[in-house]
């Protein structure tokens, strides 16, 4: 087997996730790690070497002016953040991760045909992987709790949230492939997704897999409904049956525990969709701009002293990158995303843009996609292949 940059960079992403189970099994047996960390700062690395390296001038230019900024705001903040210069560089990796792979794949792919072959392989591991890493410690009664309580069970995902995410992304491509291809495989795939999301127990993911069902199966054309009707009602009645009697448990203080937050410790339906981040937001706004307001406008005020000296975290992506970084970089990073939203509209998949569009709301509502390393990678797979998809289609008109 000829080892080539295009199957380095496939392992390194396939070895991603699998990095971020054995780190948080390791931190939830008290055993600290940095394997996930090391594996995504070498990925970050390898990306801008395949950047620089495999491209033409104009672009290296680019390139080399979008870190030359970056570098340079970490400097206004090594002066005016003292300590927190790791801290910075850290968030802004982040930040930047899903950016330097774009570059990097479309670099490789100059010369490389086999790159779109190498994506569908990330994507389809992807698919598997999330699903069992949810199933298995839940079967071994093992991993985090999504809520307080022993509710739900995320695995060995540390971010509620984050995972949440990702699994929206998995379910919208596992319902993809099992409409494309009604194999047992798929089949059983789409079974595994909706199982782990079952017991993840988040707001997000089962709105989204309700949604991705009812859109899948009333998009076809030329179908009797009431059949339709029949078919989709009578499985979900038994399955959900099913499911009820063997975990009565678990479904009845996932139920519990959402009641509870609306009637008790919400105020009103924004505040419980929210989770309360209208309050927050709210608080942010008095606390970071209460002085300099043009400079923390232009430059932000910096993730060390955004979480760890204001204790600023809104956990709504937007708002906490402007707080953070300012609005030249949100512009450069919210422009990346736009760029790659309106190649999904292109396509002109319903299930695709409204896959993307519950992970931009998510995002938007809940946070923790733009600065997590694990959600941004398997988005930015996604986005690629969806490019690579778009790309040939128009080649073939």
């Known amino acids: 087997m000829k080892i080539t940059y295009s199957r380095i960079l496939m392992w390194l992403l396939i070895m991603s996730p699998i990095a971020d189970n054995i780190n948080g099994y390791l931190l939830l047996n008290g055993i600290s790690s ?37 570098i340079f705001q970490i400097i206004v903040f090594a002066f005016s953040d003292s300590g927190g210069v790791a801290y910075n560089v850290s968030a802004l990796i982040k930040l930047l991760t899903p950016i330097v792979i774009v570059m990097a794949v479309r670099s490789l792919s100059v010369n490389d045909r086999n790159i779109t072959v190498y994506i569908n392989t990330i994507i389809n591991f992807y698919s598997w992987f999330f699903p069992i890493s949810l199933i298995v410690p839940k079967l071994f ?94 499985p979900a009645i038994f399955f959900g ?78 708002f906490d990158l402007f707080i953070r970084f300012g609005i030249v970089v949100s512009i450069i990073i919210i422009g990346f995303y736009i760029k790659y939203i309106k190649r999904v509209m292109q396509s002109r998949q319903l299930l695709c843009i409204i896959g993307i569009s519950l992970v931009y709301g998510a995002s938007f509502f809940a946070g923790h996609m733009l600065f997590s390393p694990m959600v941004s990678i398997v988005l930015a797979i996604l986005l690629l292949k969806f490019e690579f998809a778009l790309e040939m289609a128009e080649r073939v008109f």
Request: charged share 15%; with cysteine.
């Open 34 to 70: 940095s394997i996930s960390i090391i594996i995504k700062t070498f990925i970050f690395m390898f990306c801008i070497f395949l950047s620089l390296r495999i491209t033409t001038v104009k672009k290296a230019f680019q390139i080399i002016g979008m870190l030359f900024f970056f």
């Open 141 to 234: 009664n093992i991993g985090y709790a999504t809520y307080d309580g022993g509710i739900g069970n995320k695995g060995f995902y540390y971010a509620g949230n984050e995972i949440s995410i990702v699994m929206i992304i998995i379910l919208m491509v596992e319902v993809v492939k099992y409409k494309n291809s009604k194999s047992k495989a798929n089949l059983l795939n789409f079974l595994l997704g909706i199982i782990s999301v079952l017991y993840l127990g988040t707001k997000s993911v089962y709105i989204s897999l309700l949604v991705f069902i009812v859109v899948a199966l009333y998009s076809k054309q030329n179908i009797n409904k009431k059949i339709l009707n029949f078919a989709f009602i009578t």
């Open 241 to 318: 049956g099913w499911y009820v009697i063997n975990n009565v448990a678990f479904v009845t203080r996932n139920l519990e525990t959402l009641i509870w937050k609306y009637s008790v410790s919400s105020t009103g339906i924004i505040n419980f969709l929210l989770s309360g981040r209208e309050i927050q937001l709210s608080n942010a706004r008095k606390l970071v701009y209460s002085e300099n307001i043009l400079q923390k406008i232009f430059w932000g005020i910096g993730s060390n002293t955004a979480e760890n000296e204001l204790r600023v975290l809104i956990e709504m992506d937007l």
